[in-house]
Structures are given as C-alpha cells and as structure tokens.
C-alpha cells in the first residue's frame, strides 16, 4: 500500500494551480487505459472520476482496484482488429471477425448485418465530433446487435464498459476529447508495427488489394495516424510492409513501384531522377549509407520544388525544365506524402545531425538489397530511368519538345509538330 496526494482530474482550481495541461492529461489517461487493454490485458474496468487522482508533478494514479478484467490475446488482437475495420468501413471483414470470436453463430446470413452496420455508423475519422463519442457509437453497434444474433463475452463487455466510463470522465475534463479520435493512432502504430499473424495479415489487407495493388490512400492514412502515437517506430513499420514486397506474393507491388518511381521522378525533375539512380545502383551494390543519402536529397528537392512552385509568378517570364516535364500522377503524389511521413520521423531533410535517426534504416536496406527480386527491379529502374534522363536532357538543350514514353518505359514516341 502506497499513500499518494492529488486531487480529482474535475478539480479545476488544482488543475490551474498546478499549471496541468488537461488535454495532456486526458491523453495520458486514454493511452494508459489502452495500453493496459491492447497490450496487456490485464486493465482496470472502472476508470471513473472517483478511482483516478492527478498529481501536481502531471502524473496520473489510479485507485480501487476492486473491478478489473482480463483479455487474452486473441480477444484483445481482435478488439483492435474491430477498431481498424470500423474505421476503415469494411464491413465484410468486421462481421467475418465476429464470427471468428463467436459473436455471431456460424451460418448466419451475413449481408443483412453488413448493411445495418454501413447504415448506423458514422465515417469515424470525419464525422462531426458530435458522432465521434464513443456512447453514440456503441449505442448504435448495440441496435445492430439486438437486431441479429449476437451473443457478447464477459471481456467485450468489460472492454466497452471501461472505454465508456472512460470517455465520460475524459469529456469532464476537456470537453472536446474523444476516445475514437485519440485511440485511432496508437491502433494504427500497433496495425503496422506487431509482428503477430493476424496484425500482419490486417495490415496486408489494409494496405493492398486482393490482385497485390497498393492501397496509397489506406497506406497514408496508417502512417499518417500512426506517427502521432508515442513510441511509434517507423522503421518497424516498413520491415513489416517490405516482408510482403519480398515475398513470392509481392511481384505486383514491385512492378507498381517501379513504375511510380520511374514515372514519378521524370516529373519531379531530372535533378531527382539523378538521385534515385544514385540510390538504385548504390541499392544492387549493397552500400546502405548512399542509398539513405540519396533518398534524403530526393526529400529535400521534392521540398524545394514545391516551395519554388507556390511561389513562382504568373506572368509566364521564367521558362524552366518543369515546364517540359509531366504532372505529378494522383499516386505519385501520394508516395511522396507518404516518404514525407516516412522521412519525419527521422528528422529534417538534409540534416546532418539526424545522421543517428538514419542509421536505422540500416538494416532494412541490407535486407532488402540481399534479395535478387529488388536487385532485379533496381537494375530495370536503373535502366528506364537512365533513357529517360538522358532523352529529356538532350531535348531541352536544344530547345526540342519533350519525350513521351510508354508506361513501362518501352519505344519513345515524339510529339514533334508536323
């Protein structure tokens, strides 16, 4: 037994005399009770006003531990499996994991709930914030599962009740939380960097298609929630996403990237596409710190580019090689949304001092550059992407239209004037 001061997370007169930031209270509050149900699964299953205490130094305790409930693993794998598919409005998967953790009886016609589901529930991440609170969201899982055969365990049941009271006091303290909103992130870090069966599989869905195509929007939204979740690790992220790329299964997705890269550098400039070449021969000789260095200059020009384009005036004086090179494709734009996401995780673009940050990504590329499938892809981006650079190059040194080539980079068609 341990005596511990503090004072009730409502009490705002000691709130204010201590300087305690409630929003960081909240939050360590919420992520706390997560880490408790998702990690553990051990958790306390009343985290009401009158159980927590705020101490003046900012942290939190927890009393009465009379209520307490336990998840295995399984059952907790499946929670979060639960949150991701809501999220995501993928409603096939969610009936089909209710199944799995026998909420729903085998052989029940399945399409009916899918509906329902899809008609009760809000677009999680933009609903109005109104929707977002986690009573109306169970209020309306609930009329779905009073109207079909649901049958919920103990551990369900525990769960929903603790995120309940949970967000009741959280909405007492700072009105505009939500547990949805402020749980989403460190789902998603837990989506993309558990190395568990059925959170890789989930990621694997997630992320591509049925046919290997990548999913860039899904993609994005993983990492983009992902980084705001404490202790996220990026680079464990991409060694789950790169054991797919080099796998038997992954030789779509390897093409699709070859050619976006291709494709995606000769619009962002032959300054670019020269770096990715750097980083593509630097990749098949296995010299990990060029291949680092190369793809931080990339992010850098891609951030020079776009600042120079906002402000570049209209009076159509400043002829340059942009003017001769494609617009970015929608999916071009979104892998470099997505390497931004990758690349702040790690410090500032061309930032020596981060040198320490980019060490990680050390093994991953030893990884990757060990297997003969990207050695492959590497030599034919090497090989585009060459033909390419040096078309355009030539063209515009003597003022002669740009080239336009085929989508995999085979005959080169002018588009001289007659």
């Known amino acids: 037994m341990e005596w511990v001061d503090g004072f009730r997370l409502t009490d705002s007169a000691n709130l204010d005399a201590n300087g305690l930031d409630r929003v960081k209270l909240v939050d360590t509050l919420i992520q706390c009770s997560l880490r408790q149900i998702l990690e553990n699964g051990f958790f306390h299953a009343d985290p009401h006003g009158g159980n927590l205490l705020a101490c003046a130094d900012g942290r939190l305790c927890y009393l009465d531990f009379g209520m307490m409930s336990y998840a295995a693993a399984e059952q907790r794998n499946g929670f979060l499996l639960a949150v991701v598919h809501i999220v995501n409005r993928d409603w096939n998967e969610l009936v089909n994991l209710y199944v799995k953790l026998g909420f729903i009886p085998e052989g029940t016609d399945l399409t ?10 809000p677009d999680v991440l933009n609903a109005d914030v109104t929707e977002l609170n986690f009573k109306n969201v ?3 899982l609930g009329d779905i599962m009073y109207t ?24 007492q303290v700072d009105p505009q939380s939500r547990v949805i909103s402020k749980a989403y992130p460190y789902v998603a870090s837990r989506v993309l960097t558990d190395s568990q069966g059925e959170l890789k599989e989930a990621l694997k869905r997630l992320a591509l298609t049925n046919d290997g195509h990548i999913r860039w929007d899904r993609l994005e939204g993983l990492l983009d929630k992902a980084q705001d979740s404490r202790g996220y690790d990026v680079t464990l992220a991409l060694d789950q996403l790169s054991d797919y790329l080099i796998s038997a299964k992954g030789e779509q997705l390897l093409s699709d990237l070859a050619d976006e890269i291709v494709e995606g550098a000769e619009s962002l400039g032959v300054e670019v596409a020269g770096y990715i070449l750097e980083a593509s021969q630097a ?14 200059r990339v992010q850098t020009l891609i951030e020079s580019r776009v600042s120079t384009e906002s402000s570049i005036d209209n009076d159509g004086t400043s002829p340059s090689i942009q003017e001769v090179l494609p617009p970015l494709t929608p999916t071009m734009e979104r892998i470099l949304k997505i390497a931004s996401l990758i690349g702040a995780q790690v410090g500032g673009a061309g930032d020596d001092s981060s040198l320490e940050d980019v060490t990680k990504f050390v093994p991953l590329i030893r990884k990757l550059s060990s297997e003969p499938r990207l050695q492959r892809t590497a030599s034919e981006i090497i090989a585009r992407l060459g033909e390419r650079v040096l078309s355009r190059s030539l063209r515009l040194a003597f003022g002669l239209p740009a080239p336009v080539f085929d989508r995999r980079g085979g005959n080169i068609a002018d588009n001289i004037q007659s």
């Open 112 to 121: 009916p709930i899918e509906q329902g589901l899809e008609n009760a529930l």
């Open 138 to 140: 169970v209020g309306k």
């Open 148 to 171: 079909y055969p649901f049958s919920l365990p103990p551990f369900y049941i525990a769960i929903i009740r603790c995120l309940g009271v949970l967000e009741g006091l959280a909405i």
């Open 283 to 296: 990749l098949l000789s296995s010299d990990e710190l060029s291949v680092v260095t190369a793809f931080r």
